[in-house]
């Protein structure tokens, strides 16, 4: 079945340093690739998206660029802030009409200053 | 406009009540769907309506009941909840179903049952 595998955190940067969360999939078919966020307390925020091979999304700073080749959906940010300090999920769209989201397991994002 | 609103945005219960969570977009959108989420782990799928009807459920106990009045409302009815069922409940909802549309996600209701 489909699956999203996401980097283990906690992750832990300086305020102003690159950031890269990497995420990796499995799916068949042409699926979707979303980034969303979640602050502490609140619901998900859709970050970006990406529908197609070498697609690039980008949204506040943050990208990730769908590679087929490599199944992979990598978030990064040139400059990360105090207040992007989060929960980071991966996820995939299923491509059977169901609407469902594959996620991954999260990556906690912690930038001090 | 993309918000989702949820209410309550906290409910405390026992077992043996009986309560609703309400969920409410003014997107035009057609799909719309709940979610339970554990600390520290990704939301799990729970419900899934399609213009109004129940396309997916994802072998959800019976104490769980949704409900979709219209295309703007979606309701989860709770009854006799177990303690394990204290987590937060996200509502969501995308233009149509199918994994091309992104789904936008409303602040939440956190459960706790007593």
């Known amino acids: 079945g489909n699956s999203v595998t996401q980097m283990e955190g906690p992750v832990t940067l300086s305020e102003e340093a690159f950031l890269t969360i990497n995420c990796t999939y499995t799916?068949?078919?042409?699926?979707?690739l979303f980034w969303y966020v979640q602050y502490p307390g609140e619901g998900l925020q859709l970050l970006l998206k990406?529908?197609?091979?070498?697609d690039k999304g980008s949204n506040k700073g943050f990208e990730a660029t769908y590679r087929k080749e490599t199944t992979s959906f990598h978030l990064e940010k040139g400059s990360v802030q105090v207040s992007d300090s989060a929960v980071y999920f991966c996820?995939?769209?299923?491509?059977?009409?169901?609407?469902?989201?594959?996620f991954g397991q999260g990556t906690t994002l912690q930038v001090k200053p | 406009d993309t918000e989702v609103t949820q209410t309550p945005k906290h409910l405390v219960m026992g077992m043996t009540n009986k309560k609703s969570l309400k969920c409410e977009q003014h997107?035009?959108?057609?799909?719309m769907y709940w979610y339970k989420q554990k600390a520290k782990k990704p939301p799990e799928l729970m419900f899934v309506?399609?213009?109004?009807?129940?396309?997916i459920n994802e072998s959800v106990p019976s104490r769980f009941s949704p409900e979709c009045p219209n295309s703007s409302l979606l309701n989860l009815h709770l009854h006799a909840l177990q303690p394990e069922d204290s987590a937060l409940y996200l509502c969501?909802?995308?233009?149509?179903?199918?994994?091309?549309?992104?789904?936008?996600f409303g602040p939440g209701t956190r459960l706790t049952v007593t």
């Open positions: 996820a995939l769209g299923d491509y059977d009409g169901t609407g469902k989201l594959i």
């Open positions: 309506y399609s213009y109004e009807k129940l396309s």
């Open positions: 799916a068949t078919g042409y699926p979707s």
């Open positions: 997107m035009g959108h057609r799909a």
């Open positions: 969501a909802s995308s233009q149509v179903t199918g994994g091309l549309f992104e789904q936008y």
């Open positions: 990406a529908t197609k091979a070498d």
